[in-house]
């Protein structure tokens, strides 16, 4: 063993596949445990839809590329939740190599290893008033959001192989990346200029204009291409009008504003800053502070690397900051050039003798903090809370639940016009009072006496009547109910007398 060890193909073999399989386990362990996301199901229904030729209006809010893909996973593997997440989670792990393909062209294949380690072994949890709505990685939950992760961790590496080597085909890759990108996400659609304008300037100033525009045209072909090939099962037509919807619905979505809970505080509308809170307690103030510390030596180094990563992800920043909405799996948009970066910043460190021993201390704890945290939490994953509450809610002659909580996620476990919960059967009915479903006024109480109280305490909507009317304990008190479970995560009270 020793003498293989020795060997560079032998070390690289041994590091490939430790880090391989952390990422993998990371991505696939117990993967259908949690509970669905808000949208989870709606995205896979869509996909569905799309991919079985049934395009009547489904979610055309958001553009339809990633929600193809998951329908063509269902259609192959089945039709569940659990296989809608491996279908994403397999974009999760592309999105590592591809940053490990790109940082590797920089620095070398360490370094491409710690890239890949930091996307796929790091925490990237969706965290909202300190509980996590999106355990352990938001890449591992059947959203649009990694979708548009991965393509833009393809459209770095092709992007900067166009910027550094020019060519036919790596202007057409990047063209199909930055618009996969916004096929899958609106969000998408401001990665280009960034992109292709700081690779298509280089080459206009090594090669002359008349080239640089000719590779221009290859990004064109690429990215109008991918675009015909995503809206054609929907027919032209179809295609237009949903374009149009998309179009008008986003701009009046946008400027809107979202509440949310950051640092202890509720807020109407989110601020400026609210989705750097949401990485930083998304990923842990350790690997934050890892990556900060890595952006840090990338800038500092003025490479043109480092500003080719970063201004890409500060203009997703940007953007998704001035529209005023904020959720906790946002930020995982702009994760994606940042830790690129802080990967080569990190090598830049170590090849300064003076900071190498401050690297290797920083890697080292890297792997132990991932060892200990993350792939201790995906091991032991169990049922998710709302799976727990629909069981224990289940009644057989029918009950009514009074909900306060994330409307997107209750839904998951819901159908019908009369809200009938998957889960806990026919029997388990759920009041229908808005949308989310809204508390009492002060002083009054909800109608038709449902059987139980269900409250996310992590909800804006729960922790903004519990601030200011009074504590959830004295709501199911003053209404005759008491609790039945000691799960913090939901508070659950049956009414004494239920009839």
Sequence with gaps: MSTWYATTRGRQALWHTVVAFAVTFVAFWRIGAPDAAGDERTYLKCGYNYVAGRVARCNFEHPP????????GLHLFGDTLTVGRVTTSLVGVGTAVFLYLLVRDVCDWRWGLVAAALWGVSPQAGVENGVATHALRISRFALLDPYVCFFFAVALWAGWRYRQRG????????GVACAGAALSKEIGVVLAPSIIGLAVAHRWRLDGAARALRSLGGVLVGGAGITVLTY??????????EVHYLLNFQLHHVGGGSPGILAGHYYVTVPWWANLW????????????????????????????????????????VVIAQSHLAFPFYWIDFEPGLVAAAAIGLARAWDHRPTRVASSAAIAILAGVAGVTLLGGVA???????????????????????????????????????????????????????????VPDRGGSPTKEPTYVLIDPASPLAYQYATSVHSFEVLAASLGYRPVTSDSRLLIWRRVTSK
């Excluded at 799976?387 to 996620?409: E, H, S, W």
Aim: hydrophobic letters at 50%.
């Design 65 to 72: 590329l990633a929600k193809e893909i998951l329908g063509v």
């Design 278 to 317: 949401y990485a930083v307690t998304g990923m842990g103030w350790f690997f934050s502070a890892l990556v900060a510390l890595g952006l840090l030596g990338a800038l500092m180094r003025r490479e043109v690397v480092g500003f080719f990563l970063i201004i890409p992800s500060v203009v997703v920043y």
């Design 167 to 174: 060519g036919t085909w790596w202007p057409v890759l990047t």
């Design 380 to 438: 032991t994953a169990g049922e998710g809370p709302y799976q727990r509450a629909a069981r224990v809610m289940a009644c057989d002659r029918g009950c009514t639940v009074y909900y306060v909580g994330f409307k997107g996620i209750f839904d998951n476990y819901v159908s019908g016009e009369d809200k009938v919960a998957r889960p806990g059967g026919p029997g388990v009915i759920f009041a229908t009072a808005g949308s989310p479903l809204v």
């Design 232 to 241: 054609a099962p929907f027919g032209w037509g179809h295609a237009l009008n």
